[in-house]
């Protein structure tokens, strides 16, 4: 039985082709690809390639100014961190809460819009597999096009379950049967009867957004819809730890801010969303929502661009 895409080549010896992650003495990370007869240079010398080809993961090399690294394969975060970047990426904390919580399974139907530099979709083909269908819309060809690299790069070759389409998502998606569906860009409210008709009932809606203006429009769109139950909202912050001998402490730096998540199931054909039990805290929609949703409004006719200039994204941790 042949292996799953991309599966050869996480695994054994170094062979050409291969990404390779150093990590040098200070623990900073460099990615480069494995070609026969090249050499790698740092500013304290060089190594050949040659020397990693056939080496197992976790080989030390030398450079000619005597400096070690650690070589390894760079797992998928370090990869998604390290690639090309067209628009801000989905964080790996995020796209393992996507996975978990969208509940991304093999052999899922999946759609995604946008796929940005595509992060999200190389996460996603991983859990749904060869079996699985993966159709991603992102309306910049030169987004699509980096996001195309990235992820070929990172599995050797052209995905099988994965689809691209250039355009919008709310004009485009003609999928039907679609098991999930992701939404990562600026406005997710503009795109809920594109994603009612593409989804089948028990199908989950998941989006990913940066403000909390942009998570209340959502959440407040999904239940004027009513094709939809009702929305979980959440994020995660992730603290890293320092451990060493008695100081045992978080990390003093941290990513503070990514995103906002939200899910919603899509309710079967002709059923209305049962009442919430739960009143509206008093004064929830009163005066102060309306004008507060007016001004919205009309900020975001005005949209920011999505190329991850919207001051909102974390700093890059590699290379
Ligand atoms: C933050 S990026 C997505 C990043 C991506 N999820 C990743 O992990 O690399 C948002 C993308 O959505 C695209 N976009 C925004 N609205 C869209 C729509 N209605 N249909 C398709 N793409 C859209 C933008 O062009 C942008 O590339």
Redesign the pocket.
Known sequence: MSEPTGAARRRGPFQVGDQVQLTDPKGRHYTFTLEAGKSFHTHKGAFPHDELIGAPEGSVVRTTGNVAYLALRPLLPDY?LSMP??????YPKD?GQILAMADIFPGARVV????????????VLRAIGDQGMLHS????AD?AEI?TQ?VERYFGGPHPAWQLTV??????LSDTDVDRV??????PW??LDAVSKALVPGGILCA?V?TTTQLARTVEAIREHGTFNEPSAWETMVRTWHVEGLAVRPDHRMIGHTGFLLTSRRLADGVEPPLRRRRPAKGAYGEDYASANREQASAQSGKA????GEGTEPPATDV
């Open positions: 998604v970047r067209g628009a801000a990426v989905v796209a995604e819009a946008g796929v940005g530099s595509g992060s999200l979709s190389s996460f819309y992102e309306r910049r987004f996001a990235n355009g919008d998502l709310q004009d485009n992701i939404l990562d860009m600026l406005a503009e795109c990913y940066a661009d999505e190329s991850g």
